[in-house]
């Protein structure tokens, strides 16, 4: 068997903390218990049960703004719980880390409207009370609602905002990797010293963006960077993805153009100096399973009572920028060029789609593809897409919460195992170190190695740090 045929998948909950996140309508389902978001409890049960299936991640999404496109306002929105209310998932990851032993926590935040030392600092807090299970998904944003919440006039140009996340990543990575070395803290109650002070440096930041200058004020975590995870797909958001990211999210249903999207992704790794396999990629699946295939598809029948298309297209209308509310139902819609998120958008100029498409693709208010099925036959689907596209894994979205996520480690799990496609038990070590298996810290090919600390032990005809990190 080759080695490609024995790769182990890798597994997220896809979440979000709000009622409505991807399959829209679902929390109108008697057994959904999705309204209970806001309740701690809810979270550090998921977490719990995650667990025990051997999930490798919990990957919350989150938004800033609201989906105010779709008949120009939001009424839909609210009625439906489209993201609104949403609450802030970084919460939520200190008690789910206590409720917890391996499970890893992968949570969005939108860099354009963060501080970048406040937001290093809140997740180099987070690395250490997790010990090390903490990643982060950059986005830049892409509601012109969220650019008005915060005072804004309008959503930057769409290379611009990557021009942005360059910066507040380097910035960050000035923070998490270069202002401590890794052995300044000796907490010597004997000689009364703490922190070494010959081992922490002040950083010297002026940029276009962002200016900086001092100590960190946290020492080093764990994994000192979070697990950087990115879901770009326009030429300039795959160029940053694949500079930076260790887990990339591609969309797709059909396995050859997933393949094709797989192996540009690890030839723009390469070209920019990285290994191809210290990036895994990751595709957003919805699975709907039972005992045996018959009670899956009437289970699905039984969601779909309950699911919401139209509330799926109030979501995309938002995700492309576009009120699709003002077109028929069986016309074509016509590409438009907005800021919104480009991949996405870019079908329209690539193929016909109309209304009755998109509600197609909704059948369960979402439009990540469906798999239904007995637990072996999905789990036969999975290892298929793994073997014939080259993906390292899935983002498993809810339907009927928490039953669908219990329903997949009942059915699903068994059979990957016993087809030695999945891990039976957790290897020790960091976030990072599980999925790589190469220790808890960034390669060091990896860009961030620029921006480390140099050893006070190193050679004296070296640069200080300080002038290195001087910009």
């Not at 829209?24 to 309740?39: A, I, K, Y």
């Not at 009437?298 to 009572?305: H, M, S």
């Not at 960034?442 to 990190?469: G, Y």
Request: charged residues 20%; hydrophobic residues 35%.
């Amino acid at each position: 068997m080759t080695q490609q045929t024995q790769k182990k998948i890798i597994l997220n909950a896809f979440d979000m903390n709000s009622v409505g996140h991807i399959n829209h309508g679902l929390w109108t389902h008697p057994r959904d218990q999705s309204h209970r978001f806001n309740e701690l409890s809810y979270w550090t049960e998921l977490a719990q049960t995650l667990e025990q299936g051997l999930f490798d991640g919990l990957f919350i999404a989150d938004i800033t703004g609201v989906y105010d496109v779709y008949q120009n306002g939001i009424d839909l929105t609210l009625k439906e719980s489209i993201q609104l209310p949403s609450h802030d998932p970084s919460t939520l990851v200190s008690a789910m880390a206590a409720a917890t032993q391996h499970l890893g926590f992968g949570v969005t935040v939108n860099l354009s409207y963060e501080n970048p030392y406040q937001f290093a600092r809140r997740f180099a807090s987070l690395d250490h009370l997790t010990q090390g299970r903490i990643g982060w998904n950059i986005v830049t944003g892409y509601l012109d609602s969220a650019e008005r919440l915060v005072g804004q006039k309008g959503l930057k140009e769409h290379d611009l905002r990557y021009a942005q996340a360059e910066e507040f990543l380097e910035l960050c990575y000035k923070f998490w990797e270069g202002s401590w070395e890794n052995d300044a803290v000796l907490k010597d109650k004997a000689q009364r010293i703490f922190t070494d002070p010959a081992k922490v440096h002040a950083i010297q930041h002026q940029g276009q963006f962002y200016q900086s200058q001092g100590v960190f004020q946290v020492s080093p975590s764990p994994q000192r960077t979070p697990v950087l995870y990115q879901a770009g797909a326009s030429p300039r958001g795959l160029a940053f993805a694949t500079q930076h990211a260790e887990g990339i999210f591609i969309g797709g249903d059909r396995p050859e153009k997933i393949k094709q999207q797989v192996d540009k992704i690890r030839a723009l790794a390469v070209a920019q100096g990285r290994d191809a396999n210290n990036v895994k990629i990751f595709v957003g699946i919805t699975v709907v399973t039972a005992e045996t295939d018959a009670l899956a598809q009437e289970k699905l029948a039984e969601y779909i009572r309950y699911a919401s298309p139209e509330a799926g297209l109030a979501h995309y209308s938002s995700s492309v920028g576009i009120d699709l509310s003002k077109f028929a139902d069986d016309e074509a819609i016509p590409y438009q060029k907005t800021n919104s998120i480009a991949s996405v958008n870019q079908k329209f100029k690539e193929q016909t789609i109309t209304r009755n498409d998109l509600k197609a693709q909704h059948v369960l208010g979402g439009r990540y593809p469906l798999i239904i099925g007995s637990g072996a036959a999905v789990a036969e689907q999975l290892i298929r897409w793994i073997d014939e596209t080259g993906i390292d894994g899935f983002n498993l979205t809810r339907t009927v919460a928490p039953e669908s996520h219990q329903d997949f480690i009942r059915y699903v799990i068994p059979e990957l195992q016993q087809h030695g496609r999945y891990k039976t038990s957790y290897s020790e070590g960091s976030l990072r170190h599980k999925l790589f298996q190469q220790g808890d810290h960034l390669a060091d090919h990896h860009p961030v190695q620029q921006f480390r600390c140099l050893s006070s032990n190193s050679s004296p005809d070296l640069p200080t740090h300080s002038e290195k990190q001087t910009a």
